[in-house]
């Protein structure tokens, strides 16, 4: 028998060059960022590599970021982001914020000085290990620094099983100017996976137990680390036990909104009557969600730290696991792992809260039909675009604008067309815009819609530049202008009536500006218009600004806005 032959040693390169190999090896095919001096070499790489992935030059670091975290939500792989030191990184920080509260895997590389010039306060010299270093509410799941270029892949594979592992999230490697020029003959080492952690089967026996002396079940499903096959099997398991479904905030798909067992959204702008319906239940399946403030309605749905109700709590991480709530069963388990084996559970013949599921389903579907707003009503724009584009992916940032597209769209699970649904849960501006940019690069057959507010959009509106530039097709974004940070006004009257500051904008015309871009746009005043602008801007192909001018009363006041229930008014971030 002949001996294997002994692996070669590559060549030697530069560390920078070796970087953007060993993230091809990791199956990464696009980076976003904001060039910088600190790490030229890995531009150098970009450019040598150029046939098997691209660098995205965005217009800030915060956007770059953003477009990472999405890339992040929509593969399930870690979204690489690129910042110098310094001012690029304080930039980038939102988006690992976001990345961290959202559980999604990304990775941040941070260009540093040169070593022999730390500890100064070199020109842009920052200490990340301080800054974004991690801890139970910090910004990432690990900070390095790699002072070796032939440890690189080393600190590589453990940032991508750092980010995918358990609760998934951002990771931050510090790479020193110096470090990234040196020779280095290193390897790369193969793609990294995650591994899969199964439900306990005792667990699972209390589970069902559970069930079985149920009278008023519900299940709130969420969180990261779904797939198709995941939600299929969901999707199976409450249909196996009749029971009624809601999914956490901003993870509207994890289950069809479509389907009768469907029981609405969990989070901002709560049903009433769902709410109630969660309080009155006798036993809650939290299967994914942190069962954060927001899912929580600050933590009212659920007493802390025992609820009233029975809850099963299923996480990924078990640092999560009893950490506000003490539940009755706590499991950690991979999403698609716990599905399978949720789906297994032996369901009696028949269950005696069938009326109470039909009935939470019920509720939902007329919480759909609005009450008309003239001369521009929101909830029709939304029934339109859900109409007209049901498979499209959303993007959304933070403000009262968003409530519309929560409450009206109907998402469908992504085991249709995968995710669709890309917001904050961290509830930050801007997101939305980046978010729908970095979808429309990575997937420029499909249809984005992005719905922004005007203070939203004029934080990151700039990367409308980036997806004129890599050329974006199929986005669209609908720019939703009442003059105001709507949900801060609202606030205001509700505190202090009469007496609002600071809340005011001074917009400019937002079609001439995305027409300055090279978008198509334009500006509508009523609801009559929004239909035919829409289908124009599926039937064209080209980037598309919709520049919507609404009353701020509309969003704002108590009386009009629809979307936004009184259960939320002290709970709404900006």
Not at 71 to 79: C, E, N, V
Not at 123 to 146: C, H, I, N, S
Not at 465 to 475: C, D, P, S, V
Request: proline share 7%; net charge negative; aromatic share 8%.
């Amino acid at each position: 028998m002949t001996a294997a032959p002994p692996p070669t040693t590559p060549p030697a390169r530069l560390a920078g060059h070796l970087l953007v190999e060993a993230l091809i090896a990791q199956g990464v095919d696009t980076a976003f960022g904001v060039p910088g001096e600190s790490f030229l070499a890995v531009l150098d790489g970009f450019h040598e590599h150029r046939d098997r992935i691209r660098f995205i030059a965005c217009r800030q670091e915060g956007g770059a970021a953003f477009m990472a975290e999405a890339q992040g939500k929509l593969t399930g792989r870690p979204g690489i982001c690129f910042v110098t030191r310094g001012p690029g990184a304080t930039n980038a920080s939102i988006g690992l914020h976001t990345a961290f509260q959202d559980s999604t895997p990304m990775v941040l590389f941070i260009g540093q000085v040169a070593s022999d010039q730390r500890d100064r306060e070199a020109f842009q010299e920052v200490d990340y290990r301080q800054m974004f270093g991690p801890g139970t509410l910090g910004f990432a799941k690990w900070v390095a620094e790699v002072q070796d270029p032939h440890r690189l892949p080393e600190y590589i594979g453990r940032a991508f099983h750092t980010a995918l592992q358990g609760r998934p999230g951002p990771v931050v490697l510090v790479l020193p100017e110096d470090m990234l020029t040196q020779p280095t003959s290193a390897p790369v080492l193969p793609r990294v996976e995650p591994a899969l952690a199964w439900p306990a089967p005792g667990a699972l026996r209390d589970v069902r137990s559970l069930l079985m002396a149920a009278q008023r079940p519900i299940v709130i499903a969420g969180g990261s680390g779904w797939d198709a096959e995941a939600c299929n099997a969901l999707q199976r398991f409450a249909e196996n036990w009749h029971l009624p479904v809601g999914n956490a905030f901003r993870f509207q798909d994890t289950f069809d909104n479509r389907h009768p067992l469907y029981a609405g959204d969990v989070g901002i702008g709560i049903n009433p009557k769902l709410a109630a319906r969660v309080k009155e239940a006798d036993l809650v399946l939290a299967i994914g969600p942190r069962l954060g403030e927001m899912t929580t309605s600050g933590y009212t749905l659920l007493d802390v730290p025992r609820p009233r109700q029975k809850l099963v709590h299923v996480h990924a991480g078990a640092e999560e696991l009893g950490r506000v709530y003490a539940a009755d069963v706590l499991l950690q388990a991979s999403m698609v792992c716990a599905a399978k084996a949720l789906e297994t559970l032996a369901a009696p013949t028949d269950v005696p809260w069938r009326a109470w599921t039909d009935a939470a389903h019920a509720d939902y579907e007329a919480n759909l039909q609005p009450t008309p707003v003239q001369p521009l009503d929101m909830a029709e724009v939304i029934r339109v675009v859900d109409r007209l584009a049901p498979d499209a992916v959303y993007t959304n940032g933070a403000g009262n604008y968003s409530g519309w597209l929560h409450r009206f769209h109907r998402y469908p699970g992504l085991q249709h067309h995968g995710r669709t649904q890309l917001a904050p849960t961290s509830g930050a501006m801007g997101y939305g815009v980046p978010a729908a940019v970095a979808a429309s690069l990575l997937y420029p057959h499909r249809t984005v819609v992005n719905i922004a507010g005007d203070g939203d959009f004029l934080m990151t509106g700039q990367e409308l530049a980036t997806a004129t530039g890599y050329g974006a097709k199929r986005l669209i974004s609908i720019v939703v202008d009442n003059g105001t940070y709507g949900t801060i006004r609202m606030h205001q009257e509700r505190e202090y009536p009469g007496r609002v500051s600071g809340s005011d904008l001074f917009n400019p015309d937002f079609a001439a500006l995305a027409r300055a871009y090279g978008w198509r746009a334009e500006r509508l005043e009523a609801t009559a218009q929004f239909e035919p602008a829409f289908a124009a801007a599926l039937e064209s192909g080209q980037p598309t600004l919709l520049h919507l001018k609404l009353d701020a009363d509309v969003s704002t006041s108590r009386t009009t806005l629809s979307a936004i229930r009184e259960a939320s008014l002290k709970r709404q971030p900006r």
